[in-house]
């Protein structure tokens, strides 16, 4: 075995039939799993002018090339479909415990199509698939669901032994709010493209997989060897118990203010990972001009009480660590949260950076336990809270310019910081109630339902909230906001990110970086837009094997991501020749818009992301951001047409998309 | 011979949860906390009435932290 299966299963919901099917070696070859077997199954099969709510529309759960192997930070799985929030290419990416339960199914990737016409859960196991009526999870929240059905599949006689992997939406995806995501064991989600709405719309309540088949590497005792090296230097990587929270707004002062900044080895990052989680940022962000305030028009001097969101804070509610499957790295946390909860709730998932900061500096909240039960509700509503929160932020901006009144937040007072609020407005576009059922489906669509001049203050690119990353700070991931095919994303690439990877070092043409100069001297150049390209190209590898994000920051010299292709592959091929697997794969995303004849140049983001106008105050007072010049040269790098931005017939065609099979240049 | 069942070396043990997920059974449980100072959870046979002894959970070890034995 090469570490994947060969197969995949397509359920039919309208039709209730399901049918398992054999994907040729050559699609693996070329396009690994993950990701890309779900770019290249979708790309074929969702037929042009489908509706993404719709049942024309697929639904796929992709598990990684290197999932279950024996590797390390390699158990991620995503949810794959035509986004409702963007109308193009949509994929989300998601921890936990999915990703070698869809491969002990016998699988490398599950895709509903159709709508069923009642709610339906599908249940896997050695045996196969079987759809079964969902009326009695149906409405409940996502974390609750997910526990019933353990507990049912468990007890149910002639059940599985096994514990079952969930993947369940909640009230939100039910409720086809576009910002809906896809929840995975209690609370990790697939937040991102709208993944959960479209489960949604096609009724379907959770995939509950029980399988049991064995996944293998071509080379074992490789693999073995390969983990052992990644884990000592992991387990070897450890901060100084002095380090604490105080330590980031030191640090991030002192960085930001540097001229210029040189790569650091990104073992240094995964300390702080390993330690805090994703919050280290929290006031590191604050203090390097990274994090966004006041719904991107302001800076920290708006939020001096940035320091109530110390990861400290945090960590002290943290009872023990949570690790995804396979990871040695473990930034998650489970919390205590049983003061806060009302009774709703023990437990639950430590908040990410990118949710303290989307209901923390972006609104000016300082109330941390807010932050904490905001975090809870929308991990049970089943709603993204990079979405929800930008929406928020876009809201209380309309309503401080006195755009929405309290006669439409239904005597609300959404002022910045006022936490009340801001928690019991997150309760209604949950409950899709009064103006929450307006706000439900993004800032974008909100603004246009809004109007009244309401979209200068919707903070997207393409119809998805930005991130909580500026890039004024990192004018790569600028560059990745507007023009990758699932715009608004900080996962993909940035000038950070590329400085920490190393790829210089094992892929010929990616060029070295020595030291990069800060935004305000940041040069549009051909030389930028191919480290981005080398950066894109490596996180669809990335994500096309299952990997974490996190062990890509660590840099290819310590997470031996080619090492472990060849273990489980037994391919034995270069590190260039597996960059040109993630060329294809982010070129067929980019194809897929292409031939549903998305207007990709509307990807921009907003403005004041690049700096138009300069701000007047803060670490980023000054800058702009030559975006445009920017975004052409990235197309150009990539061989894309520089104005509409999308691939060309002579780029798809060389990078032999066209070769593999029932792959057919289509523009749309 | 008597069935022998897995036991754990936590010192090299990552707490990755491979082997809590291989388990055919689901005998084996993150639960073990207090032997770090990250509070991480470590695995643990949880279900020792459900082990059948097959040796599973060992074998998806990486770092071979899981010995079979009494
Ligand atoms: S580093 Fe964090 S997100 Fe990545 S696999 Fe580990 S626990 Fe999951
Ligand atoms: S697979 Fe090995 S390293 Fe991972 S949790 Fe189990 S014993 Fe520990
Ligand atoms: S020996 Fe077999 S049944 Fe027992 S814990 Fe290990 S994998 Fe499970």
Known sequence: MKGYLGKVLLIDLSKGTWDSQDIPETVYEGLLSGVGL??????????????????????GFTSGLLTGTGSFMTGRWMAVCKSPLTGGWGDSNCGGTLAPAIKQCGYDAIFFRGISPESVYVYVDNK????????AYWGMDAVEAEKALIRDHLKAEGGSKKKPEVAVIGPGGEKLSRIAG?????????????????????????LVLAGTRAVRPSDPEGMKRLSGVFASTVRKANLPGLFTGAVFPIMGGLMGGLPSAVPLDGMLSAMMFKKFGSIMNNTYGMTNGDSPVKNWDGSVKDFPAYRALNPDRIRRREVRKYHCYACILGCGGVCDIRDLSGGNGEHTHKPEYE????????????????????????NRAGLDTISVGGTVAFAVECFENGILTPADTGGLELRWGNARAIEALVEKICAREGIGDLLADGAKLAAERIGKGSERFAVHAGGQELPMHDPRVDPMMGVTYSADPTPGRHTTSGNLYYSQSSLWDYVSWAPKVRIHPKSQDFEPTETEALRNVAMTAFKMLVDGTGSCYYAMLMGVQHFPIFEYLNAATGWNRTPDEYMEAGKRIQTLRQAFNAKHG????????????SGIPPASEGHNRGVTLRIDEMIRQYRRAWGWDVETGLPTRETFESLGLSALPGLEYTHG | MAKQYPNYDYVPCMACGICVQACPFSCLELRRTGLDTYRKAYPDLAR????TGCGICASSCPVDAIRMGE
Do not use: W
């Open chain 1, 38 to 59: 779900g770019a290249y199954y979708l790309y074929r099969h969702i037929p042009v002018g489908a509706d993404p709510l719709g049942p024309d529309n697929i639904l």
């Open chain 1, 128 to 135: 196969g698939p079987q759809i079964r009526d969902a009326a």
């Open chain 1, 182 to 206: 896809i929840s995975n064991d209690l609370g990790r989600y697939a937040a991102r493209s709208g993944v959960g709405a479209v489960m949604g719309s096609k009724r379907l309540k959770a």
């Open chain 1, 355 to 378: 949710t303290c900061m989307a209901f923390g500096g972006l609104v000016l909240n300082k109330d941390l336990d807010s932050i904490f039960r905001i975090n809870d509700t929308l």
């Open chain 1, 598 to 609: 998305v207007d990709v140049r509307a990807f921009r983001m907003h403005d004041r992301a």
């Open chain 2, 48 to 51: 020792r009435e459900d082990c």
